[in-house]
């Protein structure tokens, strides 16, 4: 198993551009999470899924969209791109029964300039 | 609402001593508790968890936690602290089957030869 994963490893947006973070993972996992990492923050969550065709805001949404059209893929969309969003991006997942444990790819690290 | 105090921003050991990483925990109920770390330019990676029984949990790489429902806490140690220990380390909470655990801010660990 590959796990969970991530495309791409790094990134440069300009402001105002767009872009999808891809995630995959191959475990049959239901739950899925996008989080974003700024340094000393902690990790904050930005969309969650419950299943596929399922999806749910969490702590700071705005700025993005998610999709889940099969159980193995969570794209995390960027619309108009701020500086803001300059962050380590991170999906996680779970699977039923453990949902609480959470499987993390390595992360995109993206800047906006 | 479910909240994690990691109070210590960094910490710095020397290699061969004992560690201990402090986490505090606020929720009503019985809380299921993590501890993930995170490798530089990596993903976290589940060190240990705590749902119920036996509040002394054994995790990988030698380390372990013990949950003490008075104090709220869930403190993260290791006998012995070898320099590839030397990352970020995170605890989280989360009620049982909610799938959302709420991380704290996290702990660099410092391990000087």
């Known amino acids: 198993n590959a796990g969970v994963t991530q495309t791409p490893k790094f990134r440069i947006l300009k402001i105002g551009q767009s872009m999808t973070l891809q995630c995959t993972q191959d475990m049959n996992h239901n739950y899925m999470y996008w989080y974003r990492q700024d340094p000393g923050m902690g990790l904050k969550l930005i969309y969650y899924?419950?299943?596929?065709?399922?999806?749910d805001k969490g702590e700071v949404p705005n700025g993005y969209n998610v999709s889940r059209s099969t159980t193995e893929d969570f794209p995390l969309r960027l619309e108009l791109a701020a500086p803001s969003q300059t962050s380590v991006y991170f999906c996680a997942s779970s699977w039923t029964g453990d949902e609480d444990t959470q499987y993390f790819g390595p992360g995109t690290r993206l800047t906006v300039l | 609402a479910q909240s994690v105090t990691q109070p210590d921003i960094h910490i710095t050991v020397s290699e061969g001593a004992s560690l201990e990483l402090r986490c505090n925990y606020s929720?009503?109920?019985?809380?299921?508790l993590f501890w993930y770390v995170q490798s530089p330019g990596q993903g976290l990676q589940l060190l240990l968890k705590?749902?119920?029984?036996?509040?002394l949990v054994q995790g990988i790489k030698g380390f372990e936690a013990e949950f003490k429902r008075s104090q709220s806490s869930f403190n993260l140690r290791k006998p012995s602290v070898h320099w590839s220990d030397a990352a970020e380390y995170f605890c989280a909470v989360s009620s049982g089957g909610s799938y959302i655990p709420t991380f704290g801010r996290g702990t660099s660990l410092i391990v000087h030869p």
């Open positions: 899924s419950v299943g596929a065709g399922i999806t």
């Open positions: 929720y009503g109920a019985t809380p299921y």
């Open positions: 705590y749902f119920s029984g036996d509040t």
